[in-house]
């Protein structure tokens, strides 16, 4: 049975709309193995998760790091997993063997934000130490040095792995040329810090997320703003878009999710469930899916078809 039909079995025997999963504790990051099979998380007490989503069953634990983990990211094939934390390293792990391959050191402070290249020729990660390191993944040595002049807190790699984006606690985001690590632009200032940012699928589109009531679009390559979307008195968290590129996901500090269609640039949907924090959001690779991680120390997962 494949996972997308197990999960809607499980969920057709359920009043609910989603899957709920406990954690130890405040759940900052998640996220969907390539072939939707795995669901990762991992969160402030340095633990590691993995869960087989055909079994529904937890299939490896490890106390992946001595601090906070703040993000993770799988690679394009899948076999490979990677988790940033505040105890300045990134990790790298074998999700077929359950063992570490490498510690990626180098940061002088909280590692952030990770993030995987499209084709798996990079990992970039961020820092509090107001740098972004780029990553070879052929020998996990470091590849360039980007100064930032603050803390960097969100990344990410468009599809065509030509370009990356990083965001910043001052507001910033910055697009830089791959593999020069050279500035391509600069966005205008968001005014508050940068908690996320998100490549469309597609190529045509980059969401970015601030400490504030709106989540700005911006058409790619031309950098442009297309759209602003704004909810009052919300503040966003995490932004993540679905596979075909329709719909935007957007966590917020309150706790509620809003599924915003793109095409009219309304609120489709709005989930609520958590109780706090929304620190990240993924979609699983069918798009009929998406699982939300939260302080709440709970991981959701949410069937769209149903809601």
């Known amino acids: 049975m494949s996972v997308s039909a197990w999960l809607s079995s499980l969920l057709g025997k ?5 899957v709920l999963i406990g954690h130890n504790d405040w759940v900052n990051a998640i996220a969907f193995s390539p072939a939707g099979k795995f669901l990762a998380f991992g969160g402030k007490d340095g633990t590691l998760r993995l869960w087989d989503l055909v079994s529904f069953r937890q299939v490896w634990a490890i106390q992946a790091h001595s601090d906070w983990i703040k993000a993770i990211a799988f690679s394009p ?6 988790s940033g934390s505040g105890d300045k390293t ?11 391959i490498t510690t990626l050191t180098g940061h002088k402070d909280w590692v952030n934000t990770v993030s995987f290249s ?7 990660t961020g820092s509090a ?12 040595t470091k590849f360039r040095t980007i100064i930032h002049l603050s803390l960097v807190y969100s990344s990410d790699f468009a599809p065509d792995e030509a370009m990356m984006a990083t965001g910043t606690y001052d507001g ?9 690590c050279e500035i391509v632009v600069e966005l205008p200032e968001h005014g508050d810090w940068v908690r996320s940012v998100d490549f469309s699928p597609d190529g045509k589109l980059l969401a970015t997320c601030c400490w504030d009531e709106t989540i700005r679009l911006w058409l790619v390559p031309e950098v442009k703003l297309t759209a602003s979307l704004t909810v009052p008195k919300v503040s966003f ?5 679905s596979p075909d590129s329709s719909l935007l996901a957007a966590g917020t500090h309150s706790g509620e999710i809003f599924l915003w269609d793109l095409a009219s640039q309304t609120v489709a949907k709005t989930l609520s469930g958590h109780k706090g924090h929304i620190s990240s959001v993924s979609f699983s690779p069918d798009g009929n899916w998406l699982a939300s991680g939260s ?13």
Do not use: Y
């Not at 499209?118 to 970039?124: I, K």
């Not at 910033?172 to 020069?180: A, N």
């Open 90 to 100: 990134a990790k790298v792990w074998s999700v077929n063997n359950r063992s570490m």
């Open 118 to 124: 499209p084709f798996g020729n990079w990992v970039l």
């Open 14 to 18: 359920r009043s609910a709309s989603e």
């Open 129 to 140: 130490d107001k740098s972004a390191i780029l990553w070879s993944t052929k020998s996990w």
């Open 237 to 241: 968290t995490a932004v993540s878009f």
């Open 295 to 307: 302080r709440d120390k709970t991981v959701r997962i949410w069937n769209l078809a149903q809601i």
């Open 172 to 180: 910033k985001v910055r697009l830089w040329k791959i593999p020069e």
């Open 77 to 82: 094939d899948g076999s490979l997993l990677v």
